[in-house]
DNA sequence: ACATACATGTACCGATCAGTACATCTTAAC
DNA sequence: GTTAAGATGTACTGATCGGTACATGTATGT
């Protein structure tokens, strides 16, 4: 299989897993959707959770590519930085694709600790505290550890109450806390 | 079947969605578990789906309960009390049987916001808020409103965390914003 | 002993599941 | 034309899925 055909594979999985879910989704429906015949998804994976954890890698990349771009985009300081996070957010909550955290429902299909499927989430999330942690940093926080994992948890508590609720009154509220505590750290 | 026996097949089927997760969870699975044969099952639950809203039903009952009684023994003023979820949190997360929140996974499993399961999720996280509400307007929160969004994201992201990468180094950053967006809004 | 209510046990239905096997097709290089 | 590489299509395996049907067992009241 050409690395072509790979990628499409697993660019077009991401979409179908993020939206149906892992488990509700069988190969029978990646192959129909996809296009690409079964053979030669076993081909280049050996298992559905490799197929899986392959989505995620990309997932993660494309993330945390997007969001580090965009991040850079609106804010011309890193404390600016900091707080555009939540603008950047803001957009992705209120898009017609968004379906909540890849990673956290990657996680709660497969709550085992053990499952390499979790583990690459928690990868994922230990990658963008580091993110959160550079720029906190470079902003001269006085706690950068904690203000990063505050920034964090409010992230991730927005993205989750988003996909629950509904984007109404979310941001808001987290984009007013993660000021105040930015403001508490940094001068 | 009995009302006692329904009880207890909610509360067992319960604890295997909550451990493995909904879709992951076969009726032949929850039959050799619970020792209630699946006639019996199909007496009082049309579908799987049906067993699946009434055990989410159970948890919010006995989680809501289970906070707002642990919540007022550690907290002796409304103040107190926002703050005490806190510490409630770390004892449930550090918990052998903490395995994240059951609505997120709920909703990550059934991403649908008409899907009947999502919208008991979603009314679960809306009590949830209420009862937060409660107590910040008890405890003459300059905007109540925000103050108990806020502490529900974090709450929320906490345990989101907590459950993908593991209860070390969640609550305390959750507890410190929590005391400083407590502090900026109340006296 | 009998009737009734409650419950179990399990075979079965049609469908889907992950993964395998293999025949066949397409394209490109020589 | 031949060979090789890449790919498709689909039947198949054994297992599991949600839900149904029905025979059988147990407990209780009369």
Redesign the pocket.
Same mark, same amino acid.
């Given at each position: 299989?050409?690395a072509s055909?790979r990628d499409e594979l697993i660019q077009k999985a991401l979409n179908i897993f993020y939206r149906d879910g892992f488990h509700a989704? *069988?190969?029978? /429906?990646i192959?129909k959707e996809t *296009?690409?015949? /079964?053979?030669?998804m076993?081909?280049h994976f050996r298992?559905?959770?490799d197929l899986i954890i392959a989505t995620l890698r990309l997932r993660d990349e494309l993330f945390r590519n997007q969001i580090f771009r965009r991040v850079e985009e609106l804010g011309k300081t890193p404390k600016d930085q900091l707080l555009a996070l939540f603008d950047v957010l803001d957009e992705w909550i209120n898009g017609v694709e968004f379906n909540g955290c890849m990673f956290i429902k990657a996680s709660g299909e497969y709550p085992l600790h053990s499952s390499p499927i979790h583990a690459t989430a928690a990868e994922h999330k230990k990658l963008f505290l580091g993110f959160m942690l550079d720029i906190a940093t470079q902003a001269g926080a006085k706690n950068p550890n904690e203000l990063a994992e505050q920034l964090l948890l409010l992230k991730e508590g927005a993205i989750v109450t988003a996909h629950i609720r509904g984007p109404e009154g979310v941001i808001a509220p987290a984009r007013a806390a993660a000021a105040l505590l930015i403001d508490a750290q940094i001068d």
């Amino acid at each position: 299989m050409s690395a072509s055909k790979r990628d499409e594979l697993i660019q077009k999985a991401l979409n179908i897993f993020y939206r149906d879910g892992f488990h509700a989704t *069988g190969m029978d /429906k990646i192959v129909k959707e996809t *296009g690409i015949s /079964k053979t030669s998804m076993y081909k280049h994976f050996r298992t559905k959770d490799d197929l899986i954890i392959a989505t995620l890698r990309l997932r993660d990349e494309l993330f945390r590519n997007q969001i580090f771009r965009r991040v850079e985009e609106l804010g011309k300081t890193p404390k600016d930085q900091l707080l555009a996070l939540f603008d950047v957010l803001d957009e992705w909550i209120n898009g017609v694709e968004f379906n909540g955290c890849m990673f956290i429902k990657a996680s709660g299909e497969y709550p085992l600790h053990s499952s390499p499927i979790h583990a690459t989430a928690a990868e994922h999330k230990k990658l963008f505290l580091g993110f959160m942690l550079d720029i906190a940093t470079q902003a001269g926080a006085k706690n950068p550890n904690e203000l990063a994992e505050q920034l964090l948890l409010l992230k991730e508590g927005a993205i989750v109450t988003a996909h629950i609720r509904g984007p109404e009154g979310v941001i808001a509220p987290a984009r007013a806390a993660a000021a105040l505590l930015i403001d508490a750290q940094i001068d």
